[in-house]
């Protein structure tokens, strides 16, 4: 079983940026779909961004252009790259993997916080 843990979630001004790191506790095949999802206060876990079997990377059309999402060699992280962050994009941020077999797992959850 993959476990997945997240860290660099925090409190931050709009317009502000933070980097949100994803470790996983095995190495993961290039086959994997790794990526995040969101869910924001009273809302339903959301689709963020993922890099797919091809290493080709998708985006939700509300972070496209802010966000960047990036996987080292290794393929044992990912990073989610936040720029230009709105107070829409307060969630708590999963980080998950879909492996080939169809199994996805996630992690526990990162906060973000944007505020004035």
């Known amino acids: 079983q993959v476990q997945l843990v997240e860290s660099g979630g925090g409190s931050v001004r709009p317009g502000g940026s933070l980097i949100l790191s994803c470790i996983a506790s095995?190495?993961?095949?290039?086959?994997?779909?790794l990526g995040w999802y969101r869910q924001p206060p009273g809302k339903q876990r959301g689709f963020v961004a993922s890099?797919?079997?091809?290493?080709?990377?998708l985006y939700a059309d509300s972070v496209k252009g802010r966000f960047t999402i990036s996987m080292d060699n290794a393929k044992r992280k990912v990073d989610l790259q936040m720029n230009s962050l709105k107070p829409e994009d307060a969630a708590v941020y999963y980080c998950?993997?879909?492996?080939?077999?169809?199994?996805?797992?996630w992690g526990q959850g990162t906060q973000v916080t944007v505020s004035s």
């Open positions: 890099f797919t079997s091809t290493s080709s990377s």
């Open positions: 095995e190495l993961l095949f290039s086959s994997d779909v």
């Open positions: 998950y993997t879909r492996r080939t077999s169809g199994i996805t797992y």
